[in-house]
């Protein structure tokens, strides 16, 4: 139930991390086209598709938990109204409409996470992306992937240890500073520890990375990630 690699040998683990990067931005493109309640059942079955073929579950989606309540409750805040009629039911349906196309990009995004190492996702980007600006963005996107399950923990550290010294009693908005301060300060203390460890290590912009190559499974992914794109070009057009 964290945000990070899974080992395994389902369909998208064999999968080469460009072809699941062309899925996931056709998706994202398919989403926003199609916003109809029909088209986003149609594409409720190709993110569980995804995930499936990830061997992944419901259970992959709690690394998410924190975006539920915002998504859950952003179509009541947008129907409520200061005056009559107090509450606008189509400005609920499309705001709720939006969420769940949200949620359906985090299903999307879990199964990419589930199935692609660090590295991979790094020389995929690195090789697409020509330059500076391709080394910069697989760079990124290897700190965030590698970083984001450590600070989650030390959030889930820090609250701990509030309530073990009795901060359950406290009112919550100073349970929530407690802990945000705590995770900001192990945050600067790793970026820290993070920029002295890259200076010992010589950090080089051209690093050996893994060798990437498409494989007979790939044309699968290619096929369905070009489908959505001509999807979302018909919608516009």
């Not at 931005?25 to 594409?43: E, K």
């Not at 009559?84 to 999307?108: C, I, K, M, N, Q």
């Not at 494989?215 to 979302?232: C, I």
Request: glycine letters at 10%.
């Amino acid at each position: 139930m964290t945000l990070s690699f899974v080992p395994g040998d389902s369909l998208a683990h064999r999968l080469d991390p460009r072809s699941k990067l062309l899925v996931q931005v056709a998706f994202a493109a398919v989403a926003y086209a199609y916003t109809t309640p029909q088209g986003l059942a149609l594409l409720t079955l190709v993110a569980v598709g995804c995930l499936v073929a990830a061997d992944g579950g419901p259970r992959d989606l709690w690394s998410y938990r924190v975006a539920f309540p915002v998504l859950l409750f952003a179509p009541l805040v947008a129907g409520a109204t200061l005056g009559a009629p107090w509450f606008r039911v189509e400005r609920a349906a499309t705001t709720g409409l939006a969420s769940y196309r949200v949620l359906l990009l985090l299903v999307v995004a879990a199964a990419y996470v589930r199935s692609t190492p660090v590295r991979e996702s790094r020389a995929a980007l690195q090789r697409t992306i020509p330059g500076r600006p391709g080394v910069f963005f697989g760079v990124g996107v290897a700190l965030v992937f590698r970083f984001l399950p450590l600070l989650k923990r030390d959030l889930l550290t820090a609250r701990e240890a509030v309530r073990a010294r009795g901060g359950g009693a406290l009112p919550v908005s100073e349970r929530i500073r407690l802990v945000t301060v705590a995770g900001i300060d192990r945050a600067f203390g790793r970026a820290d520890r993070l920029g002295t460890a890259l200076n010992a290590r010589c950090f080089a912009w051209n690093p050996t990375l893994p060798r990437l190559a498409f494989g007979r499974a790939d044309a699968v992914a290619l096929g369905v990630g070009f489908g959505l794109f001509a999807a979302a070009l018909a919608a516009v057009l």
